[in-house]
């Protein structure tokens, strides 16, 4: 099989093995489906807690692991499934579960778990904390410390507080902030792609 061919930066041509060519275009359209969804929310849902806006985050949690690298030993194996959680009440009253029915990111399976108190929670990946969950954000985040967890929250400064992602809505469009501190801390790796479409990255990577 050919090689692509692409242009470098500089504007000089190079060549792509079919492999590389075929994850740039992974990552792209991924780039293109978080964008869609940071631009396209009608107002009506960002007014109210709505399953609408719930069926966005949940398409929102399902891409941001797809660019986020978890540290070796993080699963058994390579076929272990990715774990969701959510803490408290949810709010995405099962549309995160029907969300992510089925679906896998390479070669991993996806399932959700519900707890209702932070030390009830075991193997998880990705960590949702509600807006009505302001009592728990502090054990929550305390619990998951220095484990890799992807916490994403959407309580007010949920990102500044130490969590990794933090939903806001700005002129009724959902976008998202991101602690690269906090990422460093669970040791999770994150896209540039996904950093390019933040609101905010707070912090900087060690050794930039």
């Not at 396209?40 to 398409?59: F, H, I, Q």
């Not at 941001?64 to 803490?87: H, I, M, N, R």
């Not at 619990?143 to 916490?151: A, D, M």
Request: aromatic content about 6%; overall charge positive.
């Amino acid at each position: 099989m050919e090689k692509a061919e692409a242009r470098g930066i500089n504007g000089n041509r190079m060549r792509i093995g079919p492999r590389a060519a075929s994850r740039n275009l992974a990552l792209v359209s991924l780039a293109v489906s978080l964008a869609m969804l940071s631009s396209t929310l009608p107002a009506a849902r960002c007014e109210s807690s709505g399953s609408s806006e719930y069926d966005v985050k949940a398409a929102f949690l399902f891409h941001f692991a797809q660019f986020v690298e978890w540290p070796v030993g993080t699963f058994k194996d390579a076929t272990s499934p990715l774990t969701y959680c959510t803490v408290g009440d949810d709010p995405f009253r099962g549309a995160l579960d029907q969300g992510l029915s089925g679906k896998t990111i390479g070669t991993r399976p996806l399932r959700v778990q519900h707890f209702k108190l932070p030390h009830e929670m075991q193997s998880c990946q990705v960590l949702f904390v509600g807006a009505g969950e302001n009592k728990l954000l502090a054990d929550t985040i305390a619990n998951v410390s220095g484990r890799p967890v992807l916490t994403v929250g959407e309580t007010e400064h949920f990102a500044a507080d130490g969590g990794v992602i933090g939903f806001v809505v700005e002129a009724n469009k959902i976008r998202f902030e991101v602690n690269l501190e906090a990422a460093e801390k669970a040791n999770l790796k994150i896209s540039a792609r996904l950093l390019a479409l933040a609101k905010t990255v707070i912090g900087n990577p060690k050794g930039n």
